[in-house]
Nanobody
């Protein structure tokens, strides 16, 4: 059974960068889609980005992260990263990674994914 663990969150000043990691165990990610979601206090969980491991297709669902966030895989480490640059206070949220193995296709809805990590807090503030 696939197990996902996020790491790399923390406190960063506006304009700073963080790299989140989603490490998978229990199964190879070769035929999965891996998504990154975030949930700010009092808000719905929203899809941020996704990658289909089989062909490397990437998707960014939040206009404000396009050009700032980059999703990428490290197949050797069975890990997917979310590089976040020029972070802003509105990026503050708990970030989750999720996997879809039924179809191996990306989506931006929570219901598109089967397995979830526990989340990692990202706080952008002075």
């Amino acid at each position: 059974q696939l197990h996902l663990v996020e790491s790399g969150g923390g406190l960063v000043q506006p304009g700073g960068s963080l790299r989140l990691s989603c490490a998978a165990s229990g199964s190879s990610l070769d035929y999965y889609a891996i998504g990154w979601f975030r949930q700010a206090p009092g808000k719905e969980r929203e899809g941020v980005s996704c990658i289909t491991i089989s062909d490397g297709s990437t998707y960014y669902y939040v206009d404000s992260v396009k050009g700032r966030f980059t999703i990428s895989p490290d197949n050797a480490k069975n890990t997917v990263y979310l590089q976040m640059n020029n972070l802003q206070p509105e990026d503050t949220a708990v970030y989750y990674c999720a996997a879809d193995h039924k179809m191996g296709l990306c989506g931006e809805e929570v219901s598109d994914f089967d397995s979830w990590g526990q989340g990692t807090q990202v706080t952008v503030s002075f």
